[in-house]
């Protein structure tokens, strides 16, 4: 996947981020190759979320440039100018961008089944019966495959937050973003929707996870990044970053959650 | 089960695996005598207003002759047509205004914020009188591939339509509009992040949301609606009231003709109400809660409350 290719998944150059006068994200610089599974952590109101959603283009960046697969976020370039992108193009590129939040925002009025049908009939125009075929295979791959019918509401978290990657893989991503995927749930449950995660990764998924859980990103992150304040103040393989961190703000953050 | 023993049951016994399961319970349920001495008076005075009316000079034969009397029901159908029809109006309208409400575009909500300010500030009356006037400030109307004397395209009808729909819809917009806030606004993110468009995030995965909240006060519109359409009788319109009215006039049976009328318009609220009960259990699905009771369950419960203390959280109302 990664032969021959002379530009990363994901590029961050000095990323400016505002909401009003407070300046959230003070030039992030990130890249992400693809394949990788890159895990980044951080103490809340870091900026973690909002990097994460600036990637496809929910939040709109105020300085700085963002490419996902070569391309430039929200924005098209000719010569040195930028151009807005239409709606239309937007949603074309989030098409390619699957993500999962931490509160699941599963469709309650749909399914599980429906979930998950729902962007691919409706985005790509896949016929019905081709849609179902595909959601079946996925509930199956995210052990769901008996909860087909079963409205949200009648899931577990663990469940919904399955479901909810499974839709997000229907659209077929090259990319996945985890927002805290498993930090609005009971602790025994936490493991199913790692594994599953684990599993995304192991098959060569390029993936972006905010995280709280150490071990996850010790085990299974190609790269720990750890953000604070808006700025990523240090990045490196996860053995190196929490074994030996080399900033103090890593170290009293570390201390902290480990 | 390791450690100290529990001594409060026996050694080795899990908890469920109860063998033989103990004596039901057998009590002599709590006697509520407050509420059969309620009930009798209630039933009392009912009783009495019943007498008083069934001896009461109203002729209860040219009642039930006119009840079915042509021009009284086709004045009930007039009703409903024109209530199913402005309420169609209100409600597409309505729905309109409040995304163009909601939406980022300046233009587009105070055009909306103006039309709601104007229909809900003027009485239903005054409009439909405007609407039946309208050829006297235009005496032709050109929507340029269609010109007519403003007479001939405001009928009785015309303007009842739009008196009571475009007034409709100002109130339709508001319930709208809380519907739609009432959504989570995480359900507009995923289905972005998923590449769906505004157009289709709102119809596919907002508005039926919204629906849930939207419905029980359409429900109290529409009911709302059959009985102001009664006003429509100062446009000539000939629904059921006026109809009752003419009638009754005529044969100088006015009194037995609001009884006749009286009667319809429960009728069609009592038909009604049955049927968006089973439009909010549609829009129910997914909501994870129990199903309200159905209308001839809920009478079973307050009749057996009578009997039973009422269930500690149940949903007896
Ligand atoms: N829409 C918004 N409007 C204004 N401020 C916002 C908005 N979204 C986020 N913020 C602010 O931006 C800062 C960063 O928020 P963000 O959600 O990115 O943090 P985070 O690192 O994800 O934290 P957590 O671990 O708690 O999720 C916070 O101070 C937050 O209050
Ligand atoms: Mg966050």
Redesign the pocket.
Known sequence: MSGGREHPMVLAERVHKA??P?E?LRGIDLKVEAGEVSCVV????????????CINHL?KINAGRLWVDGGLVGYRQKGDRLYEMKEREVAEQRRDIGMVF?RFNLFPHMTAAENVMEAPVQVKGIGKAAARERAEQLLRRVGLADRMETYPAQLSGGQQQRVAIARALAMDPKLMLF??PT?ALDPELVGEVLDVMRGLAADGMTMIV?T?EMGFAREVGDSLVF?DD?VVVESGRPRDVLNDPQHARTRAFLSKVL | MTGVPDLSKEPGREPGDDQIPPESIVAIPVRHYGRWVSAVAVCALLAWLAWSFVNSDIHWDVVGEYLTYDRITEGAAKTLWITVLSMAIGLVLGLLLAVMRLSDNAVLSNVAWGYIWFFRGTPVLVQLVLWYNLSFIFDTMNFGFYKDETNDIITPFVAALLGLGLNEAAYMAEIARAGILSVDPGQTEAAHALGMNGAKTTRRIVLPQAMRVIIPPSGNEFINMLKTSSLVSVVHYEELFWAADIVGSRNTRVMELFVVATVWYLLLTTVFSVGQYYLERHYAKGSGRTQPPTPLQRLRAQLTSFRTKSQVGGTTV
């Open positions: 909401f009003g407070v959230v951080g103490p809340s109101g870091s900026g973690k979320s909002t990097f994460l959603r939040e931490q927002d805290e930090s905010v709280h953000m808006g």
